[in-house]
């Protein structure tokens, strides 16, 4: 069965440094990778997604992420974050249904 | 706002009561999915309907059931609420039957259980 492991639990990252966020998938053909964001007391929001083609993708709010099929990943990243960025991050993928499968999340702290 | 509506935004009721929490879909958006998402078991997947009919069940419980009107919007009714029911449920839409293109959620009701 299809899983995503997003292996960080937390990550504390200083306000203006670069972010990378990791994830990885179990899944045997192309897989639909997407990542959402959850600000405090939000819903989640679609940040970007992968189907196919170019293997890095440009998101909303400046993020993007990189698809690498030799290493199974989806790593999503971010040139400077800024203080609104702390939120946790889910990485999701699809099922043979097409159901979404969800990552446990990444909470983004940012240090001042 | 994301066009997904969640109401109530919040809810406090005492145990073994019965609530209903309601959904409007995005605009066009032909799926409905209820998640419960709490601080022990994270995002859970509740249940889908697409166009009134279920589609796909998840870890719902017995206790819950939901379902979706002609008019698209969505209703999940939990009862003989217990403390743990106690979370943050979440409806989200999509314009197909799977996840394709991404859900658009709502912000979401707080239960909270006394």
């Known amino acids: 069965a299809q899983s995503v492991t997003q292996p960080d639990i937390h990550i504390t990252v200083s306000e203006g440094a670069s972010l990378e966020l990791r994830c990885n998938y179990s899944?045997?053909?192309?897989?639909?990778l997407f990542w959402y964001v959850q600000s405090p007391g939000q819903g989640l929001q679609l940040l970007l997604k992968y189907f196919s083609g170019d293997t890095l993708v440009q998101g909303i709010k400046g993020f993007e992420a990189e698809f690498k099929r030799s290493q199974s990943s989806f790593n999503l990243r971010k040139p400077s974050v800024h203080w609104s960025d702390a939120a946790e991050y889910f990485c999701?993928?699809?099922?043979?249904?097409?159901?979404?499968?969800w990552g446990a999340g990444t909470k983004l702290i940012i240090k001042p | 706002d994301s066009g997904v509506t969640q109401t109530p935004k919040h809810l406090i009721t005492a145990t073994g009561q019965r609530v209903t929490l309601r959904c409007s879909p995005r605009s066009g958006d032909l799926s409905v999915y209820w998640y419960q998402q709490s601080l022990d078991q994270g995002l859970q997947f509740l249940i889908q309907y697409y166009n009134g009919e279920e589609r796909a069940k998840g870890n719902i419980l017995e206790r819950f059931s939901a379902q979706q009107f002609p008019d698209l919007h969505s209703e999940l009714n939990l009862s003989s609420l217990e403390l743990g029911d106690s979370a943050l449920y979440f409806c989200?839409?999509?314009?197909?039957?799977?996840?394709?293109?991404?859900?658009?959620f709502g912000s979401g009701t707080r239960l909270t259980v006394v």
């Open positions: 899944y045997g053909a192309t897989p639909y």
């Open positions: 989200a839409s999509s314009l197909t039957s799977g996840g394709a293109y991404g859900y658009t």
């Open positions: 999701a993928t699809l099922d043979s249904n097409y159901q979404l499968i």
